[in-house]
């Protein structure tokens, strides 16, 4: 746990350090004890000799030579006959020794004071150490704060080791994530906010026509007036089934909520599916269809939700393809894409419009459809884009106009 703990490393170390310096003082103390104790032991030597010489001066040598050279055990003995009788021997008490006694009070403010001094700096270094930790607490404590109430707040020494560096790395991880999470949420409220609004403010317009049908058919009318204001509102009750159909796919795939399948899939199927319900208006208005690639091209999707992408634009094209037109769709196949060509000869889109027809709702201010919703170019856009894909489209007034959808590759493919 030790080996990789960093701030337990630095911990040690630092104590470490202050025993050594513990000793190394302990040293310094003994050794003052020492010389105090020292100069009260020559202190009383001078005492006893002085006292000694004074009358028997002849005995200075002997003396002296004690006191400088040591004590030999004979005269220890006799000196410890001579002081048993005065009860001076290893029992008696520390008040009772002058010289002990004497330097009683410089021992122990010498002792205090190293005491003082090491209990000082240990607390010095847990202040210190702990006053690390608080920091670095105190500023996650403000980092979480400021962040759950929206403030910015730049966390210090975010990259430091150890485990509080990892906690404050988790920490900003843990938020970054809450603060996605709650602009995701924002988004989906915005997304379903507009999605009711754009269901309500297009289902009014056909609400207030079979309001208004249903009314009039109250009124005494013939009988072939009431059969065409049924018609009408069949008519109105299919275009409302249709929009509220589409309104709820485009946003299921604008919500994300839906699982797209991951399967190879044949552009040439893919096509004679997409085109089957637009044959017969074709046929209609005479359009030439013409269909160009490589029958072996494909790309990785899902066959089902992309032909609902190609059905709305090739629907598209129909719509705005004059009477004896033409619609070409050319597609291949290369190491870095799928793409499909989707090209009309109908009346093109105005240069203004052309960056706004993937949005939802939009209608061209010059278009000849007044009844086109403006959802299907979008939904083909989301569903596209959700299968790893894109869309644009060239185009010139009066010259027709051409899509262009692209699926590309992964790299595990």
């Given at each position: 746990?030790?080996?990789h ?11 470490i ?12 103390v003994s050794?003052?004890?020492l ?5 009260k ?6 005492a ?19 006191i400088?050279?040591g004590?030999?055990?004979e005269?220890?003995?006799k ?6 009788k ?13 010289i002990?006694y004497?330097?009683k ?22 202040l ?20 759950s ?5 730049e ?8 485990q509080?560096g990892?906690l404050k790395?988790?920490l900003?991880?843990m ?11 924002n ?11 754009d269901?309500?403010?297009q ?6 026509s079979?309001?208004i ?7 005494d009318?013939?009988k ?13 009750l ?17 919500a ?35 269909i160009?690639?490589d ?6 999707g ?8 190609l ?7 129909v ?21 499909i060509?989707i090209?009309?000869?109908g ?17 061209g ?22 299968q ?6 060239k ?5 027709g ?13």
């Amino acid at each position: 746990m030790i080996k990789h703990n960093i701030e337990m490393r630095s911990f040690i170390r630092y104590y470490i350090s202050i025993f050594f310096i513990f000793i190394f003082v302990s040293l310094g103390v003994s050794y003052i004890n020492l010389n105090i104790i020292k100069d009260k032991v020559v202190e009383n030597n001078q005492a006893i000799l002085g006292q000694i010489l004074v009358n028997r001066p002849e005995l200075e040598g002997e003396i002296v030579d004690i006191i400088t050279r040591g004590n030999s055990k004979e005269n220890i003995d006799k000196g410890k006959e001579i002081l048993d009788k005065y009860n001076y021997d290893e029992n008696i008490t520390l008040r009772n020794e002058p010289i002990i006694y004497s330097s009683k009070i410089e021992i122990i403010n010498v002792n205090l004071v190293f005491l003082v001094c090491i209990s000082t700096a240990f607390i010095i270094l847990s202040l210190f150490y702990f006053k690390k930790i608080y920091n670095d607490i105190k500023d996650m404590t403000d980092y979480v704060y400021n962040s759950s109430e929206g403030i910015n707040f730049e966390m210090k020494n975010r990259n430091q080791e150890g485990q509080i560096g990892v906690l404050k790395t988790e920490l900003l991880k843990m938020t970054n994530i809450l603060k996605e999470k709650v602009e995701l949420l924002n988004k989906e409220k915005i997304f379903l906010n507009d999605i009711i609004s754009d269901i309500s403010h297009q289902l009014k317009t056909p609400m207030t026509s079979l309001i208004i049908l249903n009314d009039l058919m109250y009124d005494d009318l013939p009988k072939e007036t009431k059969i065409e204001f049924l018609d009408k509102i069949k008519s109105q009750l299919s275009r409302m089934e249709w929009l509220i159909k589409s309104m709820l796919k485009l946003s299921k795939v604008e919500a994300k909520v839906i699982n797209f399948e991951n399967k190879k899939i044949n552009i040439k199927e893919l096509i004679n599916k997409s085109i089957s319900p637009s044959l017969i208006p074709m046929e209609l208005k005479n359009i030439d269809l013409s269909i160009n690639g490589d029958e072996k091209a494909s790309y990785i999707g899902d066959i089902n939700w992309s032909s609902e992408a190609l059905v709305n634009i090739i629907k598209n094209c129909v719509e705005h393809t004059n009477e004896n037109g033409s619609i070409t769709i050319n597609y291949e196949e290369n190491p870095l894409y799928s793409e499909i060509i989707i090209k009309d000869s109908g009346e093109g889109i105005d240069k203004k419009d052309l960056p706004h027809i993937f949005k939802r709702f939009y209608k061209g201010k010059n278009s000849s459809k007044s009844d086109s919703v403006g959802i299907g170019l979008a939904m083909a856009k989301s569903i596209i884009e959700s299968q790893n894909g894109d869309i644009y489209a060239k185009s010139e007034k009066n010259k027709g106009t051409e899509f262009h959808i692209i699926f590309h590759k992964n790299y595990s493919d």
